[in-house]
């Protein structure tokens, strides 16, 4: 039996998802459900019941989660005590798609931050650092799950979303009449879709259900040409330049907003992760508390 396996147990216990849990630990698919099954064999039990459509805890899986769960957090407690002893551990930071222009500046005199190179959503990032695999992450975010998992975020930038139409006016289009694309695609797009979707019920806006990852790239203009409305863009932004067919246009009544978050664990002690969290602290409030600006509910900025 390997610690490294019972990080994977723990997991795929977590999120009762095998492709969720490989995507968490980085590691493939298949290799994550062999290393369960040698565990299985080294602990004698069978730790999962599963098939093609669901994943559950088996009697001594749920009796075995909490002592495994013990034993990752005294490991993990052990490598971070040996590395502020020598001096040595940076502070690892992870982003989805978005980080302060300034982060090098405004950390470099308090810190060795050091920006984790796999991008990815929302959701993953803040599992990462409750798990203890980043130590702060600039994501989206919802207090419940600042509740959930243990966490703390300050607001460290925001995004007013625009929408993207066919023809050429250029004009304010209201909320109420723009469309917001949801894909099926969950492992990508889980706090967008849960962001959209408040969006479409609160706002008047109209859900459009995809299946193609269009929410960004070629594929998002080709469903704007589609739509019949104006469609709002992700705050993942476009690399592509806007085509000529294709205008932007602001949103209001309300203005919409994405807040970043940065998110760190509420018991972090280190003085490094703490010293880059008060470097990082915003001056402004980046519109977001305006008179027509639009948060979701659970937003743990919105006042």
């Excluded at 968490?24 to 080294?42: F, H, N, T, Y």
């Excluded at 959930?148 to 009449?177: N, S």
Aim: aromatic share 6%; proline share 6%.
């Amino acid at each position: 039996m390997e610690l490294r396996q019972l990080r994977y147990f723990v997991a795929v216990a977590e999120e009762l998802n095998f492709g969720r849990a490989a995507g968490r630990m980085l590691i493939a698919g298949p290799s994550l459900s062999q290393q369960i099954k040698a565990l299985e064999r080294d602990l004698g039990v069978r730790l999962f019941d599963r098939d093609r459509r669901s994943v559950s805890l088996t009697p001594a899986g749920a009796a075995l989660l909490a002592d495994a769960r013990a034993l990752v957090e005294r490991a993990d407690e052990l490598r971070h005590r040996a590395r502020r002893l020598s001096g040595s551990e940076p502070v690892r930071l992870g982003y989805v798609n978005w980080l302060p222009p300034d982060l090098g500046a405004r950390t470099a005199a308090v810190a060795q931050v050091h920006v984790d190179a796999w991008v990815a959503p929302s959701h993953t990032q803040v599992a990462r650092v409750a798990d203890g695999g980043l130590d702060l992450a600039v994501c989206w975010v919802r207090g419940r799950d600042l509740e959930q998992r243990g966490l703390r975020a300050q607001l460290i930038g925001a995004d007013r979303l625009y929408a993207v139409a066919t023809g050429q006016d250029t004009g304010d289009v209201p909320a109420a009449e723009t469309g917001v694309l949801l894909d099926d695609d969950l492992t990508s797009w889980s706090s967008w879709n849960v962001y959209a979707e408040e969006l479409a019920g609160r706002t008047g806006a109209r859900a459009v259900r995809i299946s193609d990852g269009g929410i960004t790239g070629p594929a998002f203009f080709d469903h704007v040409r589609r739509c019949r409305r104006p469609v709002i863009n992700s705050p993942k932004g476009q690399t592509a330049p806007l085509p000529p067919d294709l205008v932007r246009r602001q949103v209001v009544a309300p203005e919409v907003y994405w807040t970043w978050s940065l998110v760190w664990r509420r018991g972090e002690d280190r003085t490094s992760v703490l010293d880059v969290v008060r470097a990082l602290r915003p001056d402004d409030d980046f519109g977001i508390h305006g008179a027509d600006a639009w948060l979701p509910e659970d937003d743990p900025h919105r006042r």
